[in-house]
DNA sequence: AGACTTATGAAGTGATCATTCCATAAATCT
DNA sequence: AGATTTATGGAATGATCACTTCATAAGTCT
């Protein structure tokens, strides 16, 4: 702390919650870096390149802040000591509740950033595709965890019902996107993990033993 | 037909589809005029406008084809004489059809379409969030029959049922931008349609009596 | 105090953006 | 044939893109 030369003028983590929302806002292509030092504190591009290396750098900067602050969202999933049906819905939940906060962007920037991609920036897609990846592959695990336990039914097609918890959370993204009430996205949960209780055996839920 | 001046070079019908496929892939802010001109047939920028317009009018020229091409995997949806639930299975499996089809982009350009969007052009991105909201409120209205044929039960979220439909299809949309194969899609909209049986009267699968 | 280090403001880089202009080409109409 | 209409190729428009240069400001170090 307190390194030599000129001190910056600006506080550097809300500047990168500034951009954040930005990039959240809009996606990585159409956000100009002009838009983007103006909203961190109108920034001189000269103080932006020098603080943060470049629009491609400050993304993937962006994107892990994002994982780390509201990407938490999903980490019940990774949770072992949670019930699994638990771990799922305290995800879902978590995931709608920050999709719809009154003071972000609306949806995720996991998510809607799997489009608004052209081809010169293949690499950087690619990074959010991974992130996605890796969400899908942690409802599948929790999935699995649920047929170890006896939770779930092991004849019925339970690779498919992890499939499904992601392809929710991802649809309610773009809905989150479209304005639509959170209670309503809430409700959609709420029926989704209906489906989990017809995949426990006996055709029962199974317990919260939570 | 055989209007006076000069024929255009190029087959405006085949131009359109070259069109589309650039914007279904990359969205409209990332795709350029030079690669749509390029494309559609090495156009000058000369004919490109003289044809077309400009790039937002061409767009709502793609939106509008598209809608009458590939948006007609939604089309049982509003099939009166099909039962419901069919209407709901046929269409959800005919859009995972689209959306994986070898030969177009992946995903739905409408779905996708909800992000990579700056305010410059937040009339054009109003414009397919409105297909969007078309698209929900078609499965709606498709579970609202299904109660007031009795084939779902009254006292179930059916609300919620027919959110979560259009929910599913926007996720798969992100999971098969994502290249997921299709039999894993389809796979997910098998596990979509047991939910709708666990909101069937009795808790029993309505038929399909189609 | 003076050397050193980092940040800033202003101006400017070439590239590319969407779009337009204009002379000419290629068709139909009278 | 000549007038009219539409399309084309090529060059150019100003705006904006991501990014750099550089002199100077504002700190810490010895």
């Known amino acids: 702390m307190a390194r030599t030369g000129r001190p910056r003028s600006f506080d550097r983590e809300s500047a990168?919650?500034?951009?954040?929302?930005?990039?959240?806002?809009?996606?990585?292509?159409?956000?100009?870096?002009?838009?983007?030092?103006?909203?961190m504190g109108?920034?001189?591009?000269?103080?932006?390149?020098?603080?943060?290396?470049s629009k491609e750098i400050l993304f993937r900067?962006?994107?892990?802040?994002?994982?780390?602050?509201?990407?938490?969202?999903?980490?019940?999933?990774?949770?072992?000591?949670?019930?699994?049906?638990?771990?799922?819905?305290?995800?879902?939940?978590?995931?709608?509740?920050?999709?719809?906060?009154?003071?972000?962007?609306?949806?995720c920037l996991?998510?809607?950033?799997?489009?608004g991609w052209s081809e010169h920036n293949a690499a950087l897609a690619a990074c959010v595709a991974e992130t996605r990846a890796r969400n899908r592959a942690s409802f599948s695990a929790c999935v699995d965890r649920a047929v170890a336990v006896g939770d779930l039914d092991p004849?019925?097609?339970?690779?498919?019902?992890?499939?499904?918890?992601?392809?929710?959370?991802l649809g309610l993204s773009i809905e989150a996107r479209d304005r639509l009430p959170r209670a309503q996205l809430e409700e959609v949960v709420a029926v989704t993990m209906r489906l989990?209780?017809?995949?426990?055996?006996?055709?029962?839920?199974?317990?919260t033993r939570g």
Do not use: C
Request: charged share 15%; glycine share 6%; aromatic share 8%.
């Open 42 to 53: 109108k920034l001189s591009s000269a103080s932006f390149y020098a603080a943060f290396g």
């Open 110 to 115: 996991v998510a809607l950033g799997a489009s």
């Open 155 to 169: 004849e019925s097609n339970t690779a498919a019902l992890g499939l499904m918890f992601d392809t929710v959370l």
């Open 16 to 39: 990168l919650d500034a951009a954040m929302r930005l990039f959240w806002l809009q996606g990585y292509e159409a956000t100009t870096v002009s838009q983007l030092a103006a909203a």
């Open 196 to 207: 989990w209780d017809s995949f426990a055996p006996q055709g029962r839920a199974a317990a």
């Open 61 to 107: 900067e962006i994107l892990e802040r994002y994982e780390a602050i509201h990407g938490q969202a999903l980490a019940p999933l990774s949770d072992t000591t949670l019930p699994p049906r638990e771990a799922v819905e305290r995800a879902l939940r978590a995931s709608v509740r920050m999709q719809t906060a009154p003071d972000l962007p609306t949806g």
